[in-house]
């Protein structure tokens, strides 16, 4: 049976930081799931929409050769409703992300895995989002 690895992010200004989470991702197995935050779940987390719409965000990832199965998330923050869908065998965390409440409770054999970063400094999407309000 084939590893599947599910990652979820935002991936606005798809960037070498992005590249290079989604890359150790799909190292852990043989399946990467990308999951794209809708627009409306950035604003609500965030406090802001992304500079690019979802629609545009996933066209970018799903043209990774490396990225298997991309999808927009569900409206309203249920994470745990796309997660139980992929039935993913390893969940692949950002540096910068934190485990969703009842992830852990409720996706009991999934493991939970949160890589490496790559030069935040300079590989950040606010730092893109910043440059990109200048011009």
């Known amino acids: 049976m084939k590893t599947r690895v599910l990652c979820c992010g935002t991936f606005d200004f ?13 190292e852990l197995g043989d399946k990467l799931y990308v999951v794209i935050a809708r627009d409306e779940n950035v604003n609500k987390i965030k406090g802001k929409y992304p500079f690019y719409k979802e629609i545009v965000r996933m066209k970018k990832v799903k043209e990774l050769d490396y990225v298997d199965d991309v999808r927009l998330g569900y409206p309203g923050l249920n994470f745990l409703k796309v997660v139980k869908e992929i039935n993913p065998d390893i969940i692949a965390l950002g540096y910068d992300q934190k485990t969703p409440l009842g992830l852990r ?21 606010s730092i893109y ?7």
């Open 129 to 135: 989002r910043n440059l990109k309000s200048k011009y």
């Open 105 to 125: 409770e409720k996706i009991f054999h999934s493991k939970i895995i949160t890589l490496a970063s790559h030069k935040p400094d300079k590989f950040k999407s």
């Open 14 to 26: 798809l960037h070498p930081g992005h590249l290079y989470f989604l890359r150790q991702a799909s």
